[in-house]
């Protein structure tokens, strides 16, 4: 059963600090999806990783991504207020085109 | 501008009844899946197509069916609705295996 673990799944930072959330999963991929959700809304796609070693950034995110280490990271650079939401990790294995999904990790940056 | 919607956007229904959500794509991608979110497991794959004509079950395929009569629709079908199926369910479609899947902005599915 392939496995996609998100940790911490609950997060609550000040606003200026850095944090970084991780993504750890089971099978072989080379394919890596972080989303962002707010409350009551639909995902927005965030980065597209898609190979080892890939780092993408936007503004105060940059996320990474190591295929040996089945590990991808989310690292936020001094949190704001508009940080707040849900953030998901997907994986799709390279024997298919499904995602699947980690179970999110819930932000709230605290003024 | 392309995009994807879904209806309805809220749905109340009763045990044992058949539903049918809706969810149609403007951005002529081949790739269209169905998810469910529900608190403390993401969200799960129910079924997905590559192609007209072409379905496949995901990890949460029972009690849902889905046809692809053309590219811009997949509507997914609860034959005869459970409590447990009470979640919220997006579609989503890519162009291709590489690319990042876009999401409708999802049905909130009640069922009494």
């Known amino acids: 059963e392939l496995k996609v673990e998100q940790n911490p799944l609950f997060l609550s930072m000040q606003e200026g600090k850095n944090y970084t959330i991780y993504c750890n999963y089971s099978t072989t991929s080379d394919r890596l999806y972080w989303y962002r959700q707010d409350p009551g809304k639909s995902l927005e796609s965030l980065f597209v990783?898609?190979?080892?070693?890939a780092v993408k950034q936007e503004g105060r995110l940059m996320a990474s991504l190591d295929t040996k280490a089945r590990l991808s990271t989310l690292h936020i650079t001094a949190a704001v207020h508009d940080l707040s939401a849900t953030y998901f990790c997907?994986?799709?294995?390279?024997?298919?085109?499904?995602?699947?999904f980690g179970t999110g990790t819930s932000l709230t940056v605290i003024p | 501008d392309a995009e994807i919607t879904q209806s309805p956007r809220h749905k109340i229904t009763e045990t044992g009844r058949q539903v049918t959500l809706a969810c149609h794509q403007t951005w002529n991608h081949n790739n269209m899946f169905w998810y469910r979110q529900d608190l403390g497991h993401g969200l799960r794959l129910i079924h997905y197509s590559y192609g007209v004509q072409d379905t496949n079950k995901g990890e949460v395929s029972d009690g849902y069916s889905v046809s692809r009569s053309n590219t811009e629709d997949l509507p997914l079908t609860l034959e005869s609705a459970a409590s447990s199926q009470t979640s919220v369910y997006f579609c989503?479609?890519?162009?291709?295996?590489?690319?990042?899947?876009?999401f409708g902005p999802g049905t909130r599915l009640t069922v009494t």
């Open positions: 989503a479609s890519s162009e291709s295996s590489f690319d990042e899947q876009y």
């Open positions: 990783l898609l190979s080892n070693g």
């Open positions: 997907a994986v799709a294995p390279n024997t298919g085109n499904q995602f699947y």
